[in-house]
T-cell receptor
Framework: AQSVTQLDSQVPVFEEAPVELRCNYSSSVSVYLFWYVQYPNQGLQLLLKYLSGSTLVKGINGFEAEFNKSQTSFHLRKPSVHISDTAEYFCAVSLTGGGNKLTFGTGTQLKVEL | DAMVIQNPRYQVTQFGKPVTLSCSQTLNHNVMYWYQQKSSQAPKLLFHYYDKDFNNEADTPDNFQSRRPNTSFCFLDIRSPGLGDAAMYLC???????????FGPGTRLTVT
């Protein structure tokens, strides 16, 4: 079975500073990788996804992530954060071989401060 | 513009009193999912429908049931809610299994 680890439960950062949210996964088979953002009392919004091809994936709101197969990581980065980026971020995986069950990490709360 | 709609956004029910949560979609997607997200935890898949085919997760309690009367609507029924069932319930849809899942805003369930 696959699993996702987000080591940082909270990440405080000042506005306009860069940020990296870490995600590591475990799976014996190939996976698709996703980052979702959740604002308070709202559903999940897809930021970006890796299915195949280029390991550097660009998403919405200036976020990007890099798939590293050897390190089984899919870290999320943004070069300059804004107050409006304050939210919960979830990394998720699904198996490539049929089915679409998303397995989520426990989330990272990004808090952007002035 | 709303694509996945969940009603109500907030639901309060009493311990043991059946409750139904509603999800509708305007995307004409084949797959509809229900997730449970407890406070400060990751969303957890309860079950999903591919068209009319129901797929239950192995660890979903029997207390949770679902109905999909047509392509657009899917319901989550909790037969006898316990205090531990208080959570945000998220509905999602995807065109097919290999496609992106679109999430609704969720229904926050409180059990008193």
């Amino acid at each position: 079975a696959q699993s996702v680890t987000q080591l940082d439960s909270q990440v405080p950062v000042f506005e306009e500073a860069p940020v990296e949210l870490r995600c590591n996964y475990s799976s014996s088979v190939s996976v698709y990788l996703f980052w979702y953002v959740q604002y308070p009392n709202q559903g999940l919004q897809l930021l970006l996804k890796y299915l195949s091809g280029s390991t550097l994936v660009k998403g919405i709101n200036g976020f990007e992530a890099e798939f590293n197969k050897s390190q089984t990581s899919f870290h999320l980065r943004k070069p300059s954060v804004h107050i409006s980026d304050t939210a919960e971020y979830f990394c998720a995986v699904s198996l490539t071989g049929g089915g679409n069950k998303l397995t989520f990490g426990t989330g990272t709360q990004l808090k952007v401060e002035l | 513009d709303a694509m996945v709609i969940q009603n109500p956004r907030y639901q309060v029910t009493q311990f043991g009193k059946p409750v139904t949560l509603s999800c509708s979609q305007t995307l004409n997607h084949n797959v509809m999912y229900w997730y449970q997200q407890k406070s400060s935890q990751a969303p957890k898949l309860l079950f999903h429908y591919y068209d009319k085919d129901f797929n239950n997760e192995a660890d979903t309690p029997d207390n949770f049931q679902s109905r999909r009367p047509n392509t657009s609507f899917c319901f989550l029924d909790i037969r006898s809610p316990g205090l531990g069932d208080a959570a945000m319930y998220l509905c999602a849809t995807s065109r097919d299994y290999r496609d992106e899942q679109y999430f609704g805003p969720g229904t926050r369930l409180t059990v008193t």
